[in-house]
């Protein structure tokens, strides 16, 4: 079965950094793009970014709100991918979700969710 | 960024009902819309990708249609698990873009 599950949520002060991780079972995973999506509490859905399945480039793509804040990376070899987030704000404050993407879908597949808390 | 509007934003309906939610971009994204459905607490669940491919698993009350800017997402007969807010998806183009959600709740 498909697994994604996070973790490294938690509480930090505005300025503060973070990393979730994301670990992926259950399917093959350096053939899939893989996205990060948060929930402020109480919202709606918002798209953070992407790591591209690219084995050429890892290429990445942003949300404007977290460009230059947020990096995506992954490690195929041990099926994760990781958000790094610096100097975080308030607003930054959601659940976040990792999801994969087969090529020619899009978020099939999402994990449990980590919650990040950013307040002094 | 292309922005996305869902309507209604709620509404109340009742088991056995035919519902139908409407999602609009603001530029042409061909067939690049998605469907999720996410009730509280728990992670969104992805329902149609491609405006009209079901996920594997997703029962065919589920259905969608549309083209270039308006799309719809039907449910043919609801049951009491639909109850939920349902959010649609453009992935056209970065940034990936989620309508603002349609909560539907219990007549």
């Known amino acids: 079965d498909v697994q994604l599950v996070e973790s490294g949520g938690g509480l930090v002060q505005p300025g503060g950094s973070l990393r979730l991780s994301c670990v992926g079972s259950?399917?093959?995973?350096?053939?899939?793009?893989m996205d990060w999506v948060r929930q402020a509490p109480g919202k709606g859905l918002e798209w953070v970014g992407r790591s591209r399945n690219d084995p050429n480039r890892r290429t990445t793509e942003y949300a404007a709100s977290v460009r230059g804040r947020f990096t995506i990376s992954r490690d195929d070899s041990k099926n994760s991918v990781y958000l790094q987030m610096n100097s975080l704000k308030t607003e930054d404050t959601a659940v976040y979700y990792c999801?994969?993407?087969?090529?020619?879908?899009?978020?099939?597949?999402w994990g449990q969710g980590t919650l990040v808390a950013v307040s002094s | 960024d292309i922005q996305m509007t869902q309507s209604p934003s709620s509404l109340s309906a009742s088991v056995g009902d035919r519902v139908t939610i409407t999602c609009r971009s603001s530029?042409?994204?061909?067939?690049?819309l998605a469907w999720f459905q996410q009730k509280p607490g728990k992670a969104p669940k992805s329902l149609i990708y491609a405006t009209s491919s079901l996920q594997t698993g997703v029962p065919s009350k589920f259905s969608g249609s549309g083209s270039g800017t308006d799309f719809t997402l039907t449910i043919s007969s609801l049951q009491p698990e639909d109850f939920a807010t349902y959010y649609c998806q453009q992935y056209k183009s970065y940034p990936f873009t989620f309508g603002p959600g349609t909560k539907v709740e219990i007549k």
């Open positions: 259950g399917f093959m995973f350096s053939d899939q793009h």
């Open positions: 530029q042409d994204i061909s067939n690049s």
């Open positions: 999801s994969r993407s087969t090529p020619g879908n899009i978020e099939d597949y």
